[in-house]
């Protein structure tokens, strides 16, 4: 059974960078075909794709947000990193990270973690 | 690459059939076909439905249906249940751009 869980800070200060990690278990980072990526969802609105990181450490950005993130993994924990620079407050939202395996439903992000709200205020 | 356009809101009586639709352009939607739709009751996690157009992961019923024509992407729910209430995102992955874009979300109520 795959799970994923995220954590972090739950407040974040204007200009700070923003570090969340995901654990997740029931699946190898370095099976060829796998990945885990970041999504989030400001409240009440839609879901926003942030970063993706593949077995092989092919890492891929959001084009809008790519020079404020920053994606790396440690196979042997079963985590993934997700650092953000420069935060704003328009970046509140719930943060999710989401697995994905090529070889099962290629494209498609098929098991969320349960997701973790981080609010950006001074 | 914009967001995928879907309609705020769309309802359907128990027992009926609904119809969302998501719709980019001949550089995205029309010429990919890594589309995938997404549940999301409210407060909880996505849930993925449907992948690459039409494919549904096992545990989804077949109730859930997708598919596409043109520039437009469309999941169909058939025989609506009170349970079927939620937002429902599309998404699209490019190889062109090697990321993904989600559509605005479709508020799905059951009458």
């Known amino acids: 059974q795959i799970t994923l869980k995220e954590s972090g800070p739950t407040l974040v200060k204007p200009t700070q960078t923003l570090t969340l990690t995901c654990t997740f278990s029931?699946?190898?980072?370095?099976?060829?075909?796998?990945?885990v990526g970041w999504i989030r969802q400001p409240p009440g609105k839609a879901l926003e794709w942030l970063a993706l990181i593949y077995w092989d450490d092919d890492k891929r950005y959001s084009p809008s947000l790519k020079s404020r993130l920053t994606i790396t993994k440690d196979t042997s924990k079963n985590q993934v990193v997700l650092t953000m620079t420069n935060m704003d407050p328009v970046d509140t939202a719930t943060y999710y990270c989401?697995?994905?395996?090529?070889?099962?439903?290629?494209?498609?992000?098929?098991?969320w973690g349960q997701g973790t709200m981080v609010t950006v205020s001074s | 690459q914009s967001a995928l356009t879907q309609p705020p809101s769309v309802s359907g009586s128990p027992g009926q059939s609904v119809t969302i639709s998501c719709t980019g352009t001949s550089s995205d939607v029309g010429s990919y076909n890594r589309v995938s739709w997404y549940q999301q009751p409210p407060g909880t996690a996505p849930k993925l439905m449907i992948y690459?157009?039409?494919n549904r992961p096992s545990g989804v019923p077949d109730r859930f249906s997708g598919s596409k024509s043109g520039n437009t992407a469309s999941l169909t729910i058939s025989g609506l249940q009170a349970e079927d209430e939620a937002d429902y995102y599309c998404s699209l992955y490019t190889s062109s751009s090697t990321s993904w874009v989600f559509g605005g979300g479709t508020k799905l109520t059951v009458l």
């Open positions: 690459e157009v039409s």
């Open positions: 029931g699946f190898s980072l370095s099976t060829s075909g796998v990945g």
């Open positions: 989401a697995h994905i395996d090529y070889g099962d439903a290629p494209g498609a992000f098929d098991i």
